[in-house]
């Protein structure tokens, strides 16, 4: 089992930048190598994939929305199944709640995976973003 902690998230001004974690835990979490990824719902709408990175972080995938103005990255100074987005000129229509994911299955680096939400096992509780004009 594996348990997703997200942090990071808050209330910044349009142009600001945030650095969003997720770190995660358990007895999978702690010792298989995991592919994680960042979904994201905002209000009235339904979840959207933000960026996904897989296991030994050789390949990194974004949503349309999101490319080049994040960057996803995993620790890899850190034994655990962590990993960070960096957002940057971030805008009002990125306020969402951001959610963390996780799978033990190597996609490899086929991109049909990476942002479909069944592809994943595991996922955080998520943290609010919110982002003022």
């Known amino acids: 089992q594996a348990q997703l902690v997200e942090s990071g998230g808050g209330l910044v001004q349009a142009g600001d930048s945030l650095r969003l974690s997720c770190v995660a835990s358990?007895?999978?979490?702690?010792?298989?190598?995991?592919?994680m990824g960042w979904f994201r719902q905002g209000p009235g709408k339904g979840r959207e994939f933000v960026a996904a990175?897989?296991?030994?972080?050789?390949?990194?995938?974004?949503g349309d929305s999101v490319k080049g103005r994040f960057t996803i990255s995993k620790n890899e100074a850190s034994t655990k199944n962590a990993m960070t987005l960096e957002m940057n000129n971030l805008k009002p229509e990125d306020t969402a709640i951001y959610y963390c994911?996780?799978?033990?299955?190597?996609?490899?680096?086929?991109?049909?995976?990476?942002?479909?939400?069944?592809?994943?096992?595991?996922w955080g509780q998520g943290t609010q973003v919110t982002v003022s004009s």
């Open positions: 994911a996780a799978t033990t299955t190597y996609y490899r680096d086929d991109p049909y995976y990476y942002p479909r939400q069944t592809s994943y096992e595991y």
């Open positions: 358990g007895r999978t979490g702690s010792t298989t190598p995991m592919s």
């Open positions: 990175i897989s296991s030994i972080g050789e390949s990194t995938f974004y």
